[in-house]
């Protein structure tokens, strides 16, 4: 989802919230960090993360509970041209998983109000989030899982991701694997690959 469909960004949300833009990236790097983040996309709850780090930092009580409380705003920005894509392959009945390294409750967003700010959500069959199922990219479990969830084999799936030991982990489990620089390059590998993109 970030980095391929949805320009995941704190910075979307954080520049409401701190006009000057050193002091926001001085939060961001020291407080909210992205490896502190991370952690709740494994098997970390939000709430309890919040919480441990509010008491660390005295006075940003409330810009940390952001975090979480208005996450949906660091995802109000799609990537135009990969929507597109995802148009054009529901549209000739190829079948979509949205598979994503992410906390527990973007499974219910994705589910819900993601499909009013992002259309191109609603084409995709099922979702199979980190912190909702217990197992995550780039392990071989969450690729098994999405598998089973689609009732296909894994050498009838392509798994596109940013990050390039994720889309080894998908290769490892039997899958092809893109690793996405650009919509045009992507589209060009499904294309070499015979789909309809």
């Not at 909210?32 to 991370?38: A, V």
């Not at 392509?158 to 998908?170: K, P, W």
Request: charged residues 25%.
């Amino acid at each position: 989802m970030g980095g391929v469909l949805i320009d995941y960004n704190p910075r979307h949300l954080y520049r409401k919230l701190i006009p000057q833009e050193a002091e926001m990236e001085e939060f961001l790097s020291t407080v909210t960090t992205r490896e502190w983040h991370m952690r709740q996309d494994y098997d970390g709850d939000p709430a309890t993360a919040t919480r441990e780090l509010q008491a660390l930092h005295p006075g940003k009580e409330a810009l940390i509970a952001a975090y979480y409380d208005r996450f949906d705003e660091m995802l109000d920005h799609a990537f135009p041209p990969m929507a597109a894509l995802v148009e054009r392959l529901g549209d000739a009945g190829v079948p979509l998983y949205l598979l994503s390294n992410a906390p527990g409750f973007l499974d219910r967003w994705l589910r819900g109000p993601a499909r009013a700010k992002h259309p191109f959500v609603g084409r995709f069959r099922d979702f199979i989030v980190s912190g909702h199922v217990g197992c995550w990219k780039p392990d071989a479990a969450i690729f098994e899982l999405t598998c089973r969830t689609g009732g296909f084999s894994p050498q009838d799936a392509v798994f596109i991701d940013d990050v390039v030991a994720n889309v080894d982990g998908a290769r490892a489990a039997g899958m092809s694997g893109i690793h996405h620089r650009s919509a045009g390059e992507t589209v060009a590998e499904l294309r070499a690959l015979g789909f309809p993109a």
